[in-house]
Nanobody
Framework: VVLEESGGGSVQAGGSLNLSCVAS????????MGWFRQAPGMERQAVAE??????TNYADSVKGRFVISQADPDTLYLEMNSLQLADTATYSC??????????????????WGQGTQVTVSS
């Protein structure tokens, strides 16, 4: 399984960026895919996730600003609006087959991409 992110970059505060993640699923069925981020010196933080039924969960810090969506089982998006300095981080997509009932928990995810950098400046 390979997950590959794209779309990161630099943007001024208040701007927008769209991230994409393409998965090579090797025949697997993902129950859920998500976006996580990690800033230098900080723990990995959940951003948003979506399950195979289209149900979504968002971290409180991004609710109303970010939108997670899927075009198909292989393609995940994150639309990021009203970006803030605190959104600066490396963003990674992740996927899991397990249906273990946890919400926005990085430990539940099995497959991870390498990440794409998002930098928000003032």
């Amino acid at each position: 399984v390979v997950l590959e992110e794209s779309g990161g970059g630099s943007v001024q505060a208040g701007g927008s960026l769209n991230l994409s993640c393409v998965a090579s699923r090797d025949g697997r069925t993902f129950y859920q895919m998500g976006w996580f981020r990690q800033a230098p010196g900080m723990e990995r933080q959940a951003v948003a996730e979506i399950d195979m039924y289209g149900r979504t969960n968002y971290a409180d810090s991004v609710k109303g600003r970010f939108v997670i969506s899927q075009a198909d089982p292989d393609t995940l998006y994150l639309e990021m609006n009203s970006l803030q300095l605190a959104d600066t981080a490396t963003y990674s997509c992740a996927a899991r087959e397990s249906r273990f009932p946890v919400v926005l928990h990085p430990g539940a995810y099995t497959y991870w991409g390498q990440g794409t950098q998002v930098t928000v400046s003032s």
